[in-house]
């Protein structure tokens, strides 16, 4: 099990909020299905696309209209409580939920008086969710944020899959008022758990004291996100993703019963097949851990759900049997899923970790205000106007879709393109490199990497796997060392492919290649890194027998900094595939530049020896730092 899935559920804060936001998610769509067949929703001649629409316009207006001041609430008061009175006028409202309908019905027709309570219910979910959102951080480690956010969202997407699944089989059954009333006991048993973090409530009101005049200004959260550039374009990304997922869930409903020719029943499915991928994906982000880099899998989890939401169009047009479209339709939906659990922690995550605590909860009220607006346009845009047989449209309204969401992937990678030290073929490669000897090797860099960001640079570590450089490359997103490489590997199949694409230098074994030193050489001077062990080859055992006198003869003739390296926790299973291949515990360490200034350029044999010795003396000075 990965570190970070073990310490979060050691938690028993972070337990409790997840399983109270879960509870509170289920409750905040097990009446959708109930609401629907109460508007006859089934009927041949009623358009369901704008019932569905008009649903979530209803639930999600309050977040706009309040977003900011729940925000500000969630900054001031104690959020543990926010959330406790939300759940709790959320039960009051759901007992009396079928007498508002029909009161409100009487005062607004048909049209819109089933929907006015159930934007009451919206209006204390707005308060809910910055509070939950800001209180994560509170109660987990900074390098927990995406799988925490990942295991939040898988389990409030599993409740909104199970709640469509029961509240489908409940309004098939005519069954509505239970509905309702099994609603309000999930809110009240969702502030149950949450009156048991008892770790949150006290840090919340040390917190409290901290920075009043701060407080004061409920515009300090619009600043920060005007001011901080990442943080409005995370902003931005998470607005194109509700905007997007409204749109799908609002036409699901029609595709469903005109191509599909299904019923309730098959309505609810289809929300809970985007809760299952949900819940795969946030399975899958939690595997991965600290392994995952937001930043990157924002673009690619982008990609993944305008692909996904391509297929489910093909469903829609491919001339094929309602069944197997059926089945296609669902695949596509749950992939669309996997893929926006990995989106939505990602990006939640890099949020949290730039946000100061004392803002938090006024930037997240900012960011329900965003992305709900994104999702009322959409919904808005399919309830408000009288559409005529808008149902038809549905494949049309999903290709929108798609071009919007793979323009915004390509605009993320843009963005981020810009600030790549080396070409963008290496940063694609680099970042799979980080991803595998991250989760698969399970490296843990006990330092910051301390290769210099400029100038000729040598970074030096001792050799006990052929996984080594994997390792340099996986912890340095800022330099591309070039390492020193025995000259068979570098046409190999595949690694000698990655080997090229690094730039790295063959060396003839056995041999002294001059022509590798000489490269080296003008490599450095060029103010380029070079990757050397100074033990030569690979050594079990560290003995100063082994070691070679190349990198103080680089860098002496040069003048580049050396950088010491530290490696354990891997190991040569006998062949270079076995051992990439292979699990490894894998630790590394960086030091500080090795003074070589009292040894002369152009020393004799014992020069270089003695250099050769300071610097090994280096590394190993590093061991301490990477013992178990």
Known sequence: MQPSIRSLLSNRGFMLLWCAYGISA??????????????????????VTPLQARMTFSFMLPFFLFGAFSG???DRLPRKWVMIGADLVRVAIMFGFLGLIDYFTGIAGRQWGAYIPLGFVGIFATLFAPARSAMVPELVDARDLVPANALIGGMGLIATMFAAVVGGELAQQGRIQTAFHLDAATFALSAFCLLFIRTAAQRVRSRIGDSPAGHARWGAG???VVTHRRVARLIGVAVVFWFSGATVRSVIPAIVKN?????????ARFP????????GGAVLVSILGRALRSDVAITWCLVGIGAAISSLTGSVFVPVGPTFAHVWGAASVFMAGVFGAGLAASYD????????????GRVYGIYNVATVGGLLVATGALALPKWTALDRWAGFILMLIVFILLSTAAMTYRVRSFGFPFDRQFAFVRNLCELMVKFWYRLEPRTRCTIPHSGPVIVTANHVSPVDPLLVYGTCDYRRPAFMIAAEYYNAPVFGWFIRLARCIPVRRGENDVGATKTAIRRLRDGEVIGMFIQGGIRNKETDEQLKNGVALLALRTGAAVIPAFIAGVSDRDSTFKSVFSRHHARIAYGRPVDLSDFAAEGGRGN?????????????????LVAD
């Open 26 to 47: 289920l409750g905040d769509h097990l009446s959708e299905m109930a609401i629907l067949a109460h508007l006859g929703a089934l009927n041949p001649d009623v358009d």
């Open 72 to 74: 500000a609430l969630a």
């Open 222 to 224: 619009l600043g920060y």
């Open 259 to 267: 191509v599909y020719g299904g019923d309730f029943r098959d309505i």
């Open 272 to 279: 809970a097949w985007l809760g299952l991928g949900l819940a």
């Open 349 to 360: 995550a890099m949020i949290q970790r730039m946000t100061p605590n004392r803002l938090r």
């Open 608 to 624: 270089l020896d003695a250099a050769t010795q300071r610097i090994y003396a280096a590394i190993n000075s590093l061991a301490p």
